[in-house]
């Protein structure tokens, strides 16, 4: 379930601030793979972390609100706070802007309050670059053909986005198998399962 790599070397991060600082959490995964159900569920049962909520200029899904699941905002809303510096990283994936509020998670990291990103493999690597000191989690479906099903069940995509989805997700695969960048890989065949490993890992850089 969990990669070689997750013995527990990493050293801790430091962000300045008050004597417990926070720490950043940072999930990756392609589309379809459930982190964000995978998140939802952690949320609920960990009181001291707190989900970065990031902006999108992407329609909000059925079931979706705004200032819960994301911030949904029009493109030159997005430009206007890329602009004045205001992401701690963005991206531009599959047409839709995408980006993590800075003042925001640095402030929660200042009071203590460890703090959830939820982004994919290319904003990941940004902000592996910014904060070197986070901890770098991926999640990867059991296989392809897992993947593709559980797109297809989703059904908020059309057969060629799938497809579209699906070689980028191919791609990231490739780049999760980097020992720099990802710390922790976790393959979500269950949802149970993959909450409790996570919880392990959360539990285990907490101590350090």
Known sequence: MLSKR?????????????????????????????KTTLARELLKEDKNLVQSISYTTRPPRVNEHNGEDYFFVTKKEFLDKKNRRGFLENANVFGHHYGTPKKEVDEHLKRGRDVLLLIDVQGAKKVKKKRPGAVFIFLTPPSKEELHQRLNKRGTESKKEIRRRLRVATRELVELNDPVLCDYRIVNRNISTAREVLKAIIRAERVK
Not at 16 to 22: L, M, V
């Open 6 to 34: 997750a013995a527990f070397t990493k050293s801790a991060a430091h962000f300045g601030g008050s004597s417990r600082t926070g720490r950043l959490f940072v999930i990756s995964a392609s589309s379809g793979t459930g």
